[in-house]
């Protein structure tokens, strides 16, 4: 009992038993819960985890709260906060590093905003530069345009007559339709307007001129060492005998086509005009090699060619004779001029001579 007598005294002097179930609750470790701490307390708890550290009592007497270990703790961002908790320090990429993700982040953003626009360069083969070199002596010597071709534009349909095609090698490597096309236009067609001269001397006077701008073209091909001409100069004479050759249909028969109905006359205009006419441009008595390349000395080859009888030229040179001699019948000498228009004595003297500079034509006045 002596022994009782201590601790009962020692009971009763802490306040009996509601004493003791208070001083119990007050000894108990106290228990929060996680949902009234601040983010910044869960933080500062972590951290003091992970450094091994007691963690000093907050200002509501709260204790650490428990963390699971077996999870790595995660990589907290810096934040600015109301309270007095100080910001977690992390680990800040390098700064070279930084710089190289803004130059990546400017040239993505450059790239996304303004495409860059590659310039692709047509690289023409050949055969495409030879129907483009076909097509601009097409142009040069007849005055003829391709409407398929990309320079047929307005500029150069003032220059030339345009005429239909599908493509380019269509049109330059079927230069027998090509012409036939040309000189069947009607004398009122509007095309004929934009026509190379020379104006007036008609269908004979327009196939003279392409002969003799053929040949001087020819004239360049076969004089230059590149071997790449050889072709280009065989498609530039087939094109200058087919210019003779539908010269001598055109005068043969006069209604194939209309522009050459009055052929005989504009056989005689064209010969007046080689006799007085300083220009040789428009001279069909004029040959690049000589009297016998020339436009009327191969006409009159053509002619006795086609016509086997040797009628027809006949018929023709002596048609061109009755022109000469209306003109002459105006003037009394060489010397005197004659009306208007129609020249003097010695115009018609010189046509004759012209007229005369072919064998077969001398002999048959």
Same mark, same amino acid.
């Given at each position: 009992?002596?022994?009782?007598?201590?601790?009962?005294?020692?009971?009763?002097?802490?306040?009996?038993?509601?004493?003791?179930?208070?001083?119990?609750?007050?000894?108990?470790?106290?228990?929060?819960?996680?949902?009234?701490?601040?983010?910044?307390?869960?933080?500062?708890?972590?951290?003091?985890?992970?450094?091994?550290?007691?963690?000093?009592?907050?200002?509501?007497?709260?204790?650490?709260?428990?963390?699971?270990?077996?999870?790595?703790?995660?990589?907290?961002?810096?934040?600015?906060?109301?309270?007095?908790?100080?910001?977690?320090?992390?680990?800040?990429?390098?700064?070279?590093?930084?710089?190289?993700?803004?130059?990546?982040?400017?040239?993505?953003?450059?790239?996304?905003?303004?495409?860059?626009?590659?310039?692709?360069?047509?690289?023409?083969?050949?055969?495409?530069?030879?129907?483009?070199?076909?097509?601009?002596?097409?142009?040069?010597?007849?005055?003829?345009?391709?409407?398929?071709?990309?320079?047929?534009?307005?500029?150069?349909?003032?220059?030339?007559?345009?005429?239909?095609?599908?493509?380019?090698?269509?049109?330059?490597?079927?230069?027998?339709?090509?012409?036939?096309?040309?000189?069947?236009?009607?004398?009122?067609?509007?095309?004929?307007?934009?026509?190379?001269?020379?104006?007036?001397?008609?269908?004979?006077?327009?196939?003279?001129?392409?002969?003799?701008?053929?040949?001087?073209?020819?004239?360049?091909?076969?004089?230059?060492?590149?071997?790449?001409?050889? !072709? @280009?100069? #065989?498609? =530039?004479?087939? $094109?200058?005998?087919?210019?003779?050759?539908?010269?001598?249909?055109? *005068?043969?028969?006069?209604?194939?086509?209309?522009?050459?109905?009055?052929?005989?006359?504009?056989?005689?205009?064209?010969?007046?005009?080689?006799?007085?006419?300083?220009?040789?441009?428009?001279?069909?008595?004029?040959?690049?090699?000589?009297?016998?390349?020339?436009?009327?000395?191969?006409?009159?080859?053509?002619?006795?060619?086609?016509?086997?009888?040797?009628?027809?030229?006949? !018929? @023709?040179? #002596?048609? =061109?004779?009755? $022109?000469?001699?209306?003109?002459?019948?105006?003037?009394?000498?060489? *010397?005197?001029?004659?009306?208007?228009?129609?020249?003097?004595?010695?115009?018609?003297?010189?046509?004759?001579?012209?007229?005369?500079?072919?064998?077969?034509?001398?002999?048959?006045?």
């Amino acid at each position: 009992m002596s022994g009782l007598l201590p601790d009962l005294a020692g009971w009763a002097l802490r306040g009996g038993a509601n004493n003791e179930a208070a001083e119990a609750e007050a000894t108990a470790t106290p228990t929060v819960a996680i949902g009234t701490l601040s983010e910044d307390d869960i933080r500062a708890r972590r951290l003091a985890r992970m450094l091994h550290t007691p963690l000093a009592s907050n200002d509501n007497g709260s204790s650490p709260m428990e963390i699971d270990d077996r999870k790595p703790p995660a990589k907290v961002v810096n934040s600015k906060s109301n309270n007095n908790t100080s910001p977690m320090e992390t680990e800040s990429p390098p700064t070279n590093h930084l710089k190289k993700l803004k130059v990546d982040s400017s040239s993505t953003t450059t790239n996304t905003s303004k495409p860059t626009k590659l310039k692709v360069r047509s690289i023409q083969t050949a055969e495409q530069k030879l129907l483009r070199k076909k097509e601009t002596i097409l142009k040069n010597t007849c005055g003829i345009a391709l409407s398929c071709s990309v320079t047929s534009t307005t500029a150069t349909s003032k220059q030339y007559v345009v005429l239909p095609c599908d493509t380019i090698a269509e049109g330059v490597n079927n230069m027998a339709g090509i012409l036939a096309t040309r000189l069947a236009l009607s004398p009122h067609d509007p095309i004929l307007a934009t026509s190379p001269p020379p104006k007036g001397h008609g269908l004979i006077g327009y196939l003279g001129v392409c002969h003799r701008l053929l040949g001087e073209e020819l004239k360049v091909l076969r004089g230059g060492n590149d071997h790449r001409n050889t !072709s @280009l100069s #065989e498609w =530039v004479a087939d $094109i200058q005998k087919q210019v003779v050759a539908y010269a001598a249909s055109s *005068l043969m028969e006069p209604d194939l086509f209309e522009l050459a109905k009055d052929g005989s006359a504009q056989l005689a205009t064209c010969l007046q005009s080689s006799g007085i006419s300083s220009d040789v441009s428009t001279s069909i008595t004029f040959g690049t090699h000589g009297p016998s390349s020339s436009f009327y000395h191969r006409l009159c080859d053509e002619l006795q060619t086609q016509d086997a009888s040797n009628t027809t030229f006949q !018929s @023709l040179i #002596e048609a =061109v004779v009755v $022109i000469f001699l209306e003109g002459l019948s105006h003037v009394e000498t060489v *010397l005197d001029g004659g009306p208007t228009g129609s020249g003097g004595g010695l115009v018609w003297v010189t046509a004759f001579t012209s007229l005369a500079s072919h064998k077969g034509a001398a002999q048959a006045l």
